[in-house]
């Protein structure tokens, strides 16, 4: 059994159960507000990473992080599901927009009653993978392990967005993580 199984197991029926009750509050505060009668997304606990969720738009499922859920609580379920739901929402509502863009903000503000933010403020210490350091004229960079291997086959070029200055490699720069 892989890791990723042993963890979703660890989610408990109360956990799920307060996931699907915080979904089908927003989502009936959305088809209310809108006038519509959107179906249950799907939930699955499958997203990876230090991303807390993503919205599947054409499959209209939700993919939550099983381990930020179980480290972050209530406060995951009621940042995270709606913020998802939200994304959901404006595609049936708008077709395929700026993921963040107005048509989202005015979905979590106005509709469902949330301050729209675009990314969560968990800790992600214990999902975050390798990391290995990059150079540039202003700064150290952390590149992903999957970035570090396309730059060494010669794949990608990766640029500061400061600076503008290509990354270089840096083996014996001490890395944060």
């Not at 919205?55 to 940042?79: H, K, S």
């Not at 993921?99 to 800790?123: A, C, D, N, S, Y």
Request: charged content about 20%; overall charge positive.
């Amino acid at each position: 059994m892989t890791q990723r199984s042993l963890i979703s197991r660890r989610i408990s029926i109360a956990q799920q159960q307060a996931v699907m009750q915080c979904l089908r509050n927003a989502l009936a505060q959305a088809n209310a507000q809108l006038k519509t009668q959107y179906p249950e997304p799907k939930i699955s606990y499958q997203q990876r990473g230090t991303t807390a969720g993503t919205a599947w738009l054409q499959d209209w499922e939700i993919r939550l992080n099983p381990v930020l859920l179980l480290e972050n609580g209530q406060e995951f379920i009621d940042e995270v599901v709606p913020h998802e739901l939200a994304h959901l929402l404006v595609y049936k509502q708008f077709g395929k927009v700026a993921p963040h863009g107005r048509e989202w903000q005015w979905m979590m503000g106005h509709v469902l009653g949330i301050e729209p933010r675009r990314t969560h403020k968990f800790g992600v210490e214990t999902v975050s993978g390798k990391t290995y350091p990059y150079r540039c004229g202003c700064q150290l960079h952390q590149l992903t392990v999957r970035r570090h291997n396309k730059v060494m086959r010669k794949e990608s070029e990766y640029r500061c967005r400061q600076c503008g200055q290509l990354l270089s490699f840096s083996p014996g720069a001490i890395s944060e993580r």
